[in-house]
């Protein structure tokens, strides 16, 4: 950056520059062109706000025929060079922009800003230089190229010039800017690809040469390759962030299924739960930046505790009449349905995301994972470790796995069944809570939210195989990214439907689903 | 003469002769215009409740997919409905109103032969058939039961749902088929037409009550039965329990269908809202009140959801979901067996303190739980 500005110190000092920079506030258009080739010449970015004041007419001669800068807002006049406010004369004289001056001007500001300290100036004058096509753009571009230690805008320059050698009558010179196209495969440059691959108005290609010619074609290549990977692995990721909210849902049926063996209807009315708990956070707090963290313990022990009570009262009564407790949960999830909607009523609410979570990082051109998907993803993993350390490594756990294997054994051990039944429900409904965490920052919120989850979860626990967490997280990821990729061939109903054919064929060849507990354990 | 004595005893059977009647003949002849298409409507579910009884009560299949094969057979008779009034649209075209609103030149292939009523009447029962047959194959085969086969039902009808929602479907997308006007020739606004809907309904209902009356009292479905208890132990006797399941699976979804294509010219509009997962369920719960295993119970059931329905709906919008829910739950905890199984249970009470003695419970119809 010192480097910069003591390059630019050293070519002019500040007297010419003074000189050009009065210029522009001159009442002749061609005094004013004349001042702006100067400043070209001149190459100081210390011009730019005299530049940017002549394009926005901020721009006016004080009596003294010196430039200021008029600042609208304060009524102040500020010296055009050094920019401090100055008592200039009096009357300060409005200066006339014709659209000539302005063609002029705006490839001599991108390249003062090419010479500017900030990266992300660099970068949007490297654009602008690269499209505006100047005569000297090809040099200037060179130039900064040359000194340019920022990686990003170093690339931006060298695509920039190669947008400019495209068009240069060297057939060589295109060539190397194609080979530099190829290797960014930047869309960008994709209409003009096909622009020069098209046959012009007698017929013949617009490129003359064969040689760039199949250059051209080898850069169109690799930029639509490119773009179909970028396309891809954004279906992947969406594909994931489903899956991760299959895994929530299916994480807590997996284990009540497996302990329990009864289906909770009302399952995916808990994820609802979990996202309607999360709204009454972010209403509660007015929206404070850090409202989604404490939303995950309320949607957490809301949902666990609706959980544990629905076991107390209702399921408990129905171990021994699976079918029957489907219905019993069928009619609960109802009565939550109808709550939530008379509480908050049927129109969907809206879940702000965070601002640490909006956005997205852009992995590369054109490819943006946005910051929601990747931490619900996170979420997920981390959710998923926990409950396997809670499962595998508390005692908790341990007298969870030995009623799920031998009821009656484990209640002789003095294992309390009944209130390891009431947790388990409770953690089960309780990860799904999470899960409504999760899922209201990927979309909307409505009272139906759970049942368009439910049959999927469901299927993910018929793949998995029953109490299997292994199991859960295989095809809840299988099912999550094959719907997500099917989705563009085949349509989003038509890859649901080749699912569930899967899912049916699949269990045909193994009834207990991919995970199957080995042994004389299942009988 | 003896299986018709097997099938109920002679007071019984001059019982269910005088409803049959009651129902039949004097209900059409009585009954106001406007309670006509009502009453027809309550007759299908009876229907529909029968077959649901059919395959869990007397099978222990918890099907979550009855309303697809109701709503498939009643798409068959909507085609049928549609395509016999070509030319008389909106549009005046020989397609369907929505084909024509879709811009679509041809007829779909599947759409072929159902200007006839015969074959449109065999297709809407040959269709859901086939494919309960087919879903009920794979699945039994594979020894797939209790709650699993519920969930996969349930994931069945879920996928036809979107299925028929989609416009490219063929099948109206989700307005569905209406704007029905004639059947046979009759127009379908005129009183007699649906009094004589209606009548065909409750013939329909008295033969399917005695169909299933038939197949639950003969050796077969003692067959059924036992293997809804414990499959293990029939199959070792030599029952090939997947032919058994499957048969009175697929009897079951073709009667399911026989009241969907009955349903439809008296409601007068088919959409893919009436195959809906939630609309199984709600199935299940008629049978549940009514009591499993029953026939007549669940008949009595369907009727008295649907009349709650009915009237809540009306009076109290809002309670309607919170008092089926109720329902669910209050049927599945308190009253396992149903009203008629509540009648029963009352009547032993009743005799066993006149003779002084301390009631026997009645026997479980519970399918044992299956471990998956």
Known sequence: MTAAVSWSTAHAGPVPLQDAIDGLASASDDTITESVTKLGALDDPRAIPA????????LRLGADSHAYIWDSKTHDARDALTGQVVNAPRPLKEVEVSNEIRRAADPVLAQLHLGSPDAEVRLAAAKALSTAGSDQAAALLHRALARERDPKVHEALALAIARVDLASPDPNARLAALDIIARSANDDFLSTLQQMLAPGDNGAPREPDGRVRAAAAHARDAIVSHQ??????????????????????????????????????????????????TYTVQTATHGSRFYLLAAIPVAFLATASVGVLLERTVIRHLYKRPLETLLATWGISLGLIQTIRLIFGAQNVSVANPDWLAGGV????????????????????????????????????LQVRAVTQNRAMAACLGIPTKRVDALVFGLGCGIAGLGGVALSQLGNVGPELGQSYIIDSFMVVVLGGVGRLAGAVAAALGLGVINKLLEPLSGAVLGKILVLVFIILFIQRRPQGLFALKGRLET | MDRLRQMHSTRAWSLLAAAALLIAVVVPLVAPDYLVPLLGKFLCFGIAALAMDLVWGYAGILSLGHALFF??????????????????????????????????HRLPWYWHGFQSFPFAAVMSLAAPGLLALVFGWFMFRSRIRGVYLSIVTQALTYAATLLFFQNATGFGGNNGL???????????REPGTRRALYAASAIALVGAYLLCRFIVTSRFGRVVRAVRDAELKSRFCGYDSTHYKLFVWTLSAVLCALAGALYVPQVGIINPSEMQPSNSIEMAIWVAVGGRGTLLGAVLGAWIVNGGKSWLTAAIPAAWLYALGALFVAVTLFLPEGL??????????????RAGQVPVAPPSVDPPASAP
Do not use: C
């Open chain 1, 51 to 58: 530049l940017d004041a002549l394009m926005d007419d901020r």
């Open chain 1, 362 to 397: 852009e992995i590369t051109h054109g490819l943006v994972l946005p910051w929601a998907r990747v931490g619900v993803v996170g979420f997920v993993v981390v959710v998923s470790a926990a409950v396997w350390f809670i499962l595998q490594r508390t005692r908790f756990g």
């Open chain 1, 228 to 277: 179909h990977l970028v396309g891809f692995v954004g279906e992947l990721l969406h594909g994931l962030s489903l899956a991760s909210v299959l895994l929530f849902a299916a994480l807590g049926l997996a284990v009540t299924f497996g302990l329990l063996g009864v289906i909770n209807m009302a399952h995916g009315e808990m994820l609802m739960l979990g996202a309607y708990a």
């Open chain 2, 71 to 104: 709503a498939l057979g009643g798409y068959g008779m909507g085609m049928y409905l549609m395509r016999s009034i070509a030319g008389e649209g909106v549009y005046r075209s020989e397609l369907p109103d929505f084909m024509v609103f879709l811009d679509w």
């Open chain 2, 178 to 188: 209406t704007d029905f006007k004639r059947i046979l020739g009759a127009p379908l």
């Open chain 2, 340 to 353: 008629v199984g509540l009648g029963a249970r009352l009547k032993s009470k009743l005799i066993a303190r």
